[in-house]
């Protein structure tokens, strides 16, 4: 069965530092890769998506991915994070029957240092 | 403006009783989903619709029924609700398969 794994339940970072976050997901074919954002008592927000083509992925907020076919990974990365970065972060991607549902990972929540 | 809406975005009932909860949206998406989020457990798929008249269920669908009669409405009615469907749940949609979904804001549901 598909699955998408955030290895880091819990991250914190300093205001300011680069910040990565892992995900890995299995899948057969070209996945259609999606990381969220959700701030306390909000809905979920699409960062970045990729579907194929250039393997590093710019997004909103600043952020970027990279697809990594042979690690199947899809890092979430920024080079220096704010205060108003810290929220929940969400790895997604999509069934392989094409049944339009998405497979989440369980998040990561990130905290930022002052 | 255009989106996705949910309402109520607060309730609160008792155990017992029928709730409702709907969900609009203004972009004519084909796919309309519904999520519970708990602590621990993530986000899971309650319902899932293709189109209008056409819903399947999802991971934890028992104790749910929706419907989709228009496209933009999705509501899920909990017909009986326990103190296990204490939650919070978010409605997206996207416009065809393997799209971005698109979420609402939520509601927080409380069942004493």
């Known amino acids: 069965a598909q699955s998408v794994t955030q290895p880091d339940i819990h991250i914190t970072v300093s205001e300011g530092a680069s910040l990565e976050l892992r995900c890995n997901y299995s899948?057969?074919?070209?996945?259609?890769l999606f990381w969220y954002v959700q701030s306390p008592g909000q809905g979920l927000q699409l960062l970045l998506k990729?579907?194929?083509?250039?393997?590093l992925v710019q997004g909103i907020k600043g952020f970027e991915a990279e697809f990594k076919r042979s690690q199947s990974s899809f890092n979430l990365r920024k080079p220096s994070v704010h205060w108003s970065d810290a929220a929940e972060y969400f790895c997604?991607?999509?069934?392989?029957?094409?049944?339009?549902?998405?497979?989440f990972g369980q998040g990561t929540t990130l905290q930022v240092k002052p | 403006d255009a989106g996705i809406t949910q309402s109520p975005r607060y309730k609160i009932t008792e155990t017992g009783r029928q709730v409702t909860l709907m969900c609009h949206q203004t972009?004519?998406?084909?796919?309309m989903f519904w999520y519970r989020q708990d602590l621990g457990h993530g986000l899971r798929l309650i319902y899932y619709?293709?189109?209008?008249?056409?819903?399947d269920k999802g991971e934890v669908p028992d104790g749910y029924v929706v419907s989709r009669s228009k496209t933009e409405n999705f509501p899920l009615t909990l017909e009986s609700a326990t103190r296990s469907q204490t939650s919070v749940y978010f409605c997206?949609?996207?416009?065809?398969?393997?799209?971005?979904?698109?979420f609402g804001d939520g509601t927080r549901l409380s069942i004493l």
């Open positions: 899948y057969g074919a070209t996945p259609y």
């Open positions: 997604a991607v999509g069934e392989e029957s094409n049944t339009g549902k998405l497979i």
């Open positions: 972009w004519s998406h084909s796919y």
């Open positions: 997206a949609s996207s416009a065809r398969g393997n799209q971005p979904q698109h």
């Open positions: 990729y579907f194929s083509g250039d393997t």
């Open positions: 619709s293709a189109a209008a008249d056409i819903t």
